[in-house]
T-cell receptor, first 116, second 113 residues
Framework: DTAVSQTPKYLVTQMGNDKSIKCEQN?????MYWYKQDSKKFLKIMFSYNNKELIINETVPNRFSPKSPDKAHLNLHINSLELGDSAVYFCASSQDGRGASNQPQHFGDGTRLSIL | GQSLEQPSEVTAVEGAIVQINCTYQ??????LSWYQQHDGGAPTFLSYNALDGLEETGRFSSFLSRSDSYGYLLLQELQMKDSASYFCAHLGLANTGFQKLVFGTGTRLLVSP
């Protein structure tokens, strides 16, 4: 009955490879997010989708491409992996993400990506 | 740009009270959230302040002063399990009208026996 689940939990790969991370939420939320947490634990938003539509796209290299097949799923594909991509990637979801009302974000357990 | 500054580390003993400060420089401010993250775990929501004043949730309270661009998280009756990182986060809106959280630098709390 996990609310936000990500796979894989760990990802170790070589520079230059392409990899994907998957995320699913069973909370019935309309909005999903991808965050990157670096080695200093700084947590920064990358993308957000509302009902399969891209609504936030921060300054992220084109090598990162999110895809939302339906509102319960948000995947992240990364091309040509670089050393600097090593981080923990968190998926999150919130109710509808609109307006200024408090809508806590629910996070998955993270995917630890290590580039060799 | 937007920035939220927090002390990098705070230490305290079990049973004590600790305050974690957050000062921010942001535009389009709607409120301040707090999240807890244990090592190797997911950030989890603790509290939210939209208006000035104190919000209490059990052993945790959060305070906001919009005029001072300042907030804090107060943890009472500290327990060992409270050892974690704590993040303040500014709630604003992206130019699409959807919510965007900008997180602070994080404070690592170490609780000792």
């Amino acid at each position: 009955d996990t609310a936000v689940s990500q796979t894989p939990k760990y990802l170790v790969t070589q520079m230059g490879n392409d990899k994907s991370i998957k995320c699913e939420q069973n909370l019935g939320h309309d909005t999903m997010y991808w965050y990157k947490q670096d080695s200093k634990k700084f947590l920064k938003i990358m993308f957000s989708y509302n009902n399969k539509e891209l609504i936030i796209n921060e300054t992220v290299p084109n090598r990162f491409s999110p895809k939302s097949p339906d509102k319960a799923h948000l995947n992240l594909h990364i091309n040509s992996l670089e050393l600097g991509d090593s981080a923990v990637y968190f998926c999150a979801s919130s109710q509808d993400g609109r307006g200024a009302s408090n809508q806590p974000q629910h996070f998955g357990d993270g995917t630890r990506l290590s580039i060799l | 740009g937007q920035s939220l500054e927090q002390p990098s580390e705070v230490t305290a003993v079990e049973g004590a009270i600790v305050q974690i400060n957050c000062t921010y420089q942001t535009s389009g401010f709607y409120g301040l959230s707090w999240y807890q993250q244990h090592d190797g775990g997911a950030p989890t929501f603790l509290s939210y302040n939209a208006l000035d004043g104190l919000e209490e949730t059990g052993r945790f309270s959060s305070f906001l002063s919009r005029s001072d661009s300042y907030g804090y998280l107060l943890l009472q009756e500290l327990q060992m399990k409270d050892s974690a990182s704590y993040f303040c986060a500014h709630l604003g809106l992206a130019n699409t009208g959807f919510q965007k959280l900008v997180f602070g630098t994080g404070t690592r709390l170490l609780v000792s026996p």
